[in-house]
């Protein structure tokens, strides 16, 4: 099955600075790779997602590069705010079924 | 925006209990899958469900687990005897075709006493 890492597992940042998180997947096949947030007590919201025809998507401060060959892919945020501080996942799928990561907890110091 | 919606909230129970958990995902998809989330580590999966059956499930997925859709609208995940180790946060997804991002519940925090 499909194996993902996660990196790195926690992450301070001042505000207004960058936060970048990566991941690695094993399987080939994986073709979708979403990115959750996932805030005290609450369940994973879907933030941005890429498909596997695309090296790279952007909305507004958060963007997410794939790189097929390398089977790695990454989130970026800039600017980040306090309200961005939570855990964030990565996963891969296959078929439909999906793999996440371990998770990122991201904190931005005001 | 259509939510997944999930009850209870948090659910206390005594080891070797049964418990039911409900999920009641979004009307249009089709797609209904259970995972849990152990405090601190990984959402992993337990279950997918597709027109009326199982489709997939992990190891963890035991016989001790059951899913159901009832009627139209809910989806519930039965732990037959609970054990202390099922203790975890269970989420709800659900998904209205294949190769896009899921909808999670909010949760449901499972205690196991």
């Known amino acids: 099955g499909e194996n993902v890492e996660q990196h790195p597992s926690t992450l301070s940042v001042q505000e207004g600075d960058s936060a970048v998180i990566k991941c690695t997947y094993s399987?080939?096949?994986?073709?979708?790779f979403p990115w959750y947030k996932q805030e005290l007590g609450k369940g994973p919201q879907l933030i941005i997602d890429?498909?596997?025809?695309?090296g790279e998507k952007k909305d507004q401060r958060i963007a997410v590069t794939l790189n097929k060959t390398a089977k790695h892919f990454s989130l970026h945020i800039t600017e980040t705010q306090p309200e961005d501080s939570a855990v964030y996942f990565c996963?891969?799928?296959?078929?439909?079924?999906?793999?996440f990561g371990t998770g990122t907890s991201l904190t931005v110091i005001p | 925006e259509p939510e997944v919606t999930q009850t209870p909230s948090h659910q206390v129970t005594q080891m070797g209990q049964e418990v039911i958990l409900r999920c009641v995902p979004i009307?249009?998809?089709?797609?209904f899958y259970w995972y849990r989330q152990i405090l601190g580590q990984k959402v992993e999966f337990l279950v997918s469900?597709?027109?009326?059956?199982?489709?997939?499930k992990s190891e963890i997925f035991d016989d001790q687990f059951s899913v159901e859709r009832p009627d139209g609208s809910n989806f519930t995940l039965k732990i037959r005897s609970t054990k202390l180790e099922d203790s975890a946060m269970y989420f709800c997804?659900?998904?209205?075709?294949?190769?896009?991002?899921?909808?999670f519940g909010s949760g449901t925090r499972l205690t196991v006493v």
């Open positions: 996963a891969a799928n296959t078929g439909n079924q999906f793999y």
């Open positions: 399987d080939s096949a994986s073709n979708y």
């Open positions: 890429i498909r596997s025809n695309v």
């Open positions: 009307s249009n998809h089709l797609y």
């Open positions: 469900f597709y027109n009326n059956e199982i489709s997939e």
């Open positions: 997804a659900s998904l209205e075709q294949p190769d896009y991002g899921y909808t």
